[in-house]
């Protein structure tokens, strides 16, 4: 128990106070409620407890349990650093409860992490800080003169407001031979009397001066005087009388201003202005002068302001009644309130946690409120409840508090609040209800992964777009919020481009925009496909994927490449000859001639080839299919026509604008190839360096013939010699003197180049000659030792060839008829 004491005043420094014991005195009540007890009239500052001791929180929690007090009325203040109550203001015990026997301020103490409520009662003790006072300054009697000794007169009281012991008056009246004090014990405490001790003379003296002092129990003790003054009159014998000494009066608190409260009314049996009684109200406080009147003829009392049950529950009027003559009787009203439920309940939010994360478990406080209703009784019971669909619930507290807690888990992409009303309603008839809305917002918590709208794409490029082009807009959403709602994109993966090599599409992370990295070929990639990741930026970062399929489009950028009859290699410088085909004259209408074979990289209907005979030496002579690229005789050859023509047939495709590509082919009408050489060696203009070529080949090709003949007839003679010898007389070599085949007058084209010959032949010897009598003279040949085989291919010094069709069967010169044994047979 910690006692303070307060400084002495002397009489003329105002209030003197030797000792105020400071009860700092506490227990746990019901509900957590803390009591302290505290003289009242402490300056600021002053210590009231250590209520953060006392609530069992240590100095190192306090900044994480922001200890607060509620926001009713701030008697009191908590140092945030020690946790101790201290007094805010000035208190009044007689301003804050009045006449009351007890005085006590109730307030809420809040903390945080968790959130907490506890009740604390401070209890005002008085302190004799005011003097007894009296209404009047001079207090004026009249006496008359025949009044008898003993006579009582009774005198005002004096008012302390202090409580207790410090408002319990005595009283003290100078000395003087004809009057005397004496106190008359009633319900309402003991009142003083003035007591005529002889009897009056008005001759001798007509007034007197007395002084009454009315001194407290207090330590120090304090006093109050009042001058009462006497005044001997002439005789009026009979005072006034009322029909009760005490009256009582129940009122409603609803009852209407102007309403009649109660009729007094006193009897005097004087005659004559002795009778007279004029009514009035003695020494009251001034709240029951300002609710209460009285008529001073009627004596009727009238309510003149509303009454309120909550304020002022009853009121104590004291009247009396003068007559004439000046003889005073006294009665006392008492008027009780009677309360009305007149005050619906109210509403305070002591705390709101807002927002509350929507991961909050089930039970979790995010609000505590204080219900409190001024009626009493049943009109005073409050029953509170949640109105609205909300994942909420209330749970009820001690001292008129209730706490808001989750009953449910909460969404904050369902409801990104929860919106509900507390309505409170009192047990009054009929019942009154007030409510208040409780707005709770949900913070966000990234528990959403973000969604693309589908979960393929298929986008369409056509090729040879330009870098940098869209390819497609993928879009993702995420019912979060914030950043954690704030979605970006990149590439995770797919056919797209292979490990270390550039990509062919990029994604812009804030728009999910794909572009083309680079252009697109139909003919090298047709379709790829992509993965987009959509990630958000929570924490942890949530993300998805979706795959993106860019399929590339053709267009007619390549030209059909014509595969038969190809170009020669060096034909862009005139260093070689084209190819040619050989027709017999024989030839009739649709004969084939030659197939053009072309292709085109493109495809659909870039790719679809037509052909076309756009130039030849003779226009009637050959038709190209339009589909097919046959190129045919379009009438019988005739003896007319030119050994040589000249085709050129165009091939086109059917892409927009349509490309297209030419083809040359060279036709010899001939019945052989061998009528067909000396066509073909006759040099067009511009062609001197592949004849010069031509003939340097051919001379090597001669001398290498000749050579092997010279090696061959040397051979033979030899073998024939020495068979000669071994059988007997020497045999006439028939063969030997034969006309032989003899290649030193064949020409070559000079255009002759690869694929223009498509023929391989072979020299070939008949069997051995069969014996012949020896009549028959001359002797067969003796038989011809094998010769090489030498292809055409290796005639003609070409580097490759393609073979023609099986029916094709062309001879090189023909030997005479007797000369059978040596031939050139097709292989």
């Known amino acids: 128990m910690a006692v303070r004491r307060r400084q002495r005043r002397g009489p003329g420094g105002g209030r003197a106070l030797l000792a105020a014991v400071l009860l700092c005195v506490w227990w746990r009540a019901a509900g957590e409620r803390l009591r302290y007890a505290i003289p009242e009239e402490l300056g600021r500052g002053s210590l009231v407890g250590p209520l953060a001791r006392d609530l069992g929180l240590s100095a190192d929690e306090l900044p994480a349990r922001k200890l607060r007090l509620s926001e009713e009325k701030q008697y009191f203040t908590v140092n945030e650093e020690n946790g101790n109550l201290y007094v805010n203001e000035r208190l009044d015990r007689e301003e804050m409860c009045g006449e009351s026997a007890s005085c006590s301020v109730s307030f809420e103490v809040l903390v945080q992490n968790p959130l907490n409520i506890f009740h604390i009662e401070v209890s005002i003790e008085d302190v004799n800080d005011n003097a007894p006072e009296f209404s009047k300054a001079v207090l004026d009697l009249e006496i008359d003169e025949w009044t008898p000794p003993g006579a009582r007169f009774l005198l005002e009281t004096a008012r302390d407001a202090d409580a207790g012991s410090n408002s319990l008056l005595t009283y003290q009246l100078t000395s003087n031979p004809s009057f005397s004090l004496a106190m008359r014990d009633s319900p309402d405490g003991s009142k003083p009397e003035l007591v005529l001790e002889r009897a009056l003379d008005r001759e001798m003296q007509s007034s007197f001066e007395l002084v009454l ?15 009462i003054r006497v005044n001997v009159t002439d005789a009026n014998d009979n005072p006034p009388v009322f029909a009760h000494d005490h009256y009582r009066v129940s009122l409603r608190e609803d009852t209407p201003p102007g309403s009649t409260v109660l009729n007094l009314s006193a009897t005097d049996a004087d005659a004559g202005t002795n009778a007279h009684i004029s009514y009035g109200f003695r020494k009251m406080p001034i709240k029951a002068l300002e609710k209460f009147v009285v008529d001073a003829e009627s004596g009727s009392i009238t309510l003149q302001e509303a009454l309120d049950f909550e304020d002022t529950r009853a009121f104590s009027l004291a009247l009396e009644a003068k007559d004439g003559g000046g003889l005073v009787a006294h009665c006392k009203v008492e008027v009780e309130v009677l309360d009305v439920n007149d005050n619906a309940p109210e509403i305070t939010i002591l705390s709101l946690s807002s927002p509350v994360p929507e991961d909050a478990p089930v039970g979790t406080v995010v609000a505590l409120l204080k219900v409190r209703d001024k009626d009493s009784g049943e009109n005073g019971q409050v029953s509170c409840e949640l109105s609205g669909e909300a994942a909420l619930s209330m749970v009820a507290s001690s001292g008129g508090s209730y706490k808001v807690v989750t009953a449910s888990a909460l969404d904050r992409e369902q409801a990104w609040e929860q919106r509900v009303t507390v309505v409170a309603r009192d047990r009054g008839r009929p019942s009154l209800w007030s409510s208040r809305e409780l707005v709770l917002e949900v913070s966000d918590v990234n528990d959403n992964a973000p969604v693309f709208e589908e979960a393929a794409y298929s986008a369409y490029v056509a090729e040879n777009n330009a870098a940098g082009a869209l390819v497609l807009r993928v879009q993702a959403r995420d019912a979060d919020a914030g950043a954690n709602g704030r979605v970006s994109y990149w590439l995770a993966g797919g056919s797209a481009g292979a490990a270390g090599a550039a990509p062919l599409v990029s994604v812009e992370a804030r728009s999910g925009a794909l572009y083309a990295q680079r252009s697109f070929d139909y003919e090298q990639c047709r379709e790829f496909a992509v993965a987009v990741r ?16 860019v399929f590339v489009l053709d267009r007619n950028d390549n030209a059909p490449r014509v595969l038969w009859p190809a170009a020669p290699a060096g034909e862009a410088a005139g260093g070689a000859a084209s190819p040619f085909e050989v027709v017999p004259r024989s030839a009739e209408a649709g004969y084939l001639v030659a197939k053009v074979v072309a292709v ?52 086109k495709d059917h892409g927009q604008p349509a490309l297209s590509a030419t083809a040359t082919l060279h036709v010899v009408l001939a019945e052989s190839l061998q009528e067909a050489l000396p066509e073909l060696s006759e040099r067009p203009a511009g062609t001197e360096a592949a004849a010069a070529a031509a003939a340097e080949l051919q001379f090597y090709l001669v001398l290498a013939l000749a050579l092997l003949s010279a090696l061959l007839v040397l051979s033979v003679a030899l073998a024939v010699v020495a068979r000669l010898r071994r059988a007997g007389p020497p045999a006439v070599l028939r063969c030997l003197g034969a006309q032989r085949f003899s290649l030193a007058g064949a020409a070559f084209p000079a255009d002759f180049c690869e694929g223009t010959l498509p023929y391989s032949y072979n020299l070939c010897v008949p069997p051995p000659a069969r014996a012949v009598p020896e009549a028959a003279w001359p002797p067969p040949p003796p038989p011809v030792p094998a010769v090489p085989v030498l292809s055409a291919e290796e005639l003609l010094g070409g580097d490759s060839y393609e073979k023609p069709s099986p029916s094709s069967n062309v001879v090189v010169g023909e030997p005479p008829a007797d000369a059978g044994a040596l031939q050139v047979c097709e292989m």
């Open 213 to 227: 002092t009315a001194v407290d129990s207090g330590d120090p003790s304090r006093s109050g005087t009042v001058q």
């Open 600 to 651: 085109d990289a493109d495809a659909g209907r870039n790719a679809w080839l037509s052909y076309e005979l756009v130039q030849a030496s003779e226009p009637a002579l050959f038709r190209v299919g339009l589909h097919s690229g046959e190129v045919r005789t379009a009438r019988a050859v005739s003896e007319r026509d030119a050994a040589k023509q000249r085709v050129v047939a165009v091939v």
């Open 534 to 549: 959509a990630q958000d930026g929570g924490a942890p970062a949530r993300s998805s994927t979706a795959t993106v399929r």
